[in-house]
């Protein structure tokens, strides 16, 4: 299974752009990049996915790397909200079986 | 459209009880997969259910089972608890495999063995 690598934790600025990096160097070239944040006292909530190409959508901006090895979540003006840990996942085709790393811990400050 | 629905959402047993846990996914969804949430593992697949069919598989032992009806709803069983089964469990729900799919989670059910 491809196993990811990221940060422990990671301090922002109101307002400010945040860029939280993935490592995921073994994964396969069909899996697609996940990316999940779970709120304090709640269950992880889905942010963006990409597989190739930098993606955009109302919460985020995904970043990927050409060697797709690597994957930058960047979240364009960090609300105290966003306050969360980060989970960056692969996932396979045929497969609901999600593996999650450590995750990164963002704290904002106001 | 209601979200995923998770119950209860707290729950105290003692070593060597069972418990069930229950999880009604969306509305549609036809996968329910769980997971279980430790400080010290963090967040691990336990199992997916797929139109009634168990699909994938964790690496937990066989005290943990689950099952998924007709409707889509889903419970997980846990027999003889151990003190280490305290946990989040997580059930989360999708309307297929499609990698373009995200899952959505439920708040969770914490569970405290004593």
């Known amino acids: 299974d491809a196993k990811t690598t990221q940060p422990n934790s990671m301090e922002s600025n109101e307002e400010e752009p945040v860029h939280l990096p993935c490592n995921h160097s073994?994964?396969?070239?069909?899996?697609?990049i996940h990316w999940y944040r779970q709120l304090p006292s709640q269950g992880p909530e889905y942010v963006i996915h990409g597989l190739t190409s930098n993606v955009n959508n109302r919460m985020a901006s995904l970043a990927i790397a050409e060697d797709r090895k690597s994957s930058t979540l960047i979240l364009h003006r960090a609300t105290l909200r966003d306050a969360a840990v980060y989970y960056c996942t692969p996932r396979r085709a045929g497969a609901n079986n999600l593996f999650f790393g450590t995750g990164t811990r963002l704290t904002v400050i106001p | 459209k209601a979200g995923v629905t998770q119950t209860p959402r707290y729950l105290i047993k003692t070593r060597g009880q069972q418990v069930t846990l229950s999880c009604s996914p969306i509305?549609?969804?036809?996968?329910v997969s769980w997971y279980q949430q430790t400080p010290g593992q963090g967040l691990q697949f336990l199992f997916e259910?797929?139109?009634?069919?168990?699909?994938n598989k964790g690496n937990f032992p066989g005290r943990f089972s689950g099952r998924q009806f007709s409707n889509s709803r889903s419970e997980m069983n846990v027999s003889t608890l151990e003190l280490g089964d305290s946990a989040l469990y997580l059930c989360a729900s999708s309307p297929d495999s499609s990698q373009n799919s995200p899952l959505h989670f439920g708040n969770g059910t914490r569970l405290t063995v004593t």
């Open positions: 073994t994964i396969s070239g069909t899996d697609y």
């Open positions: 259910y797929f139109s009634e069919t168990q699909r």
């Open positions: 509305s549609g969804h036809r996968s």
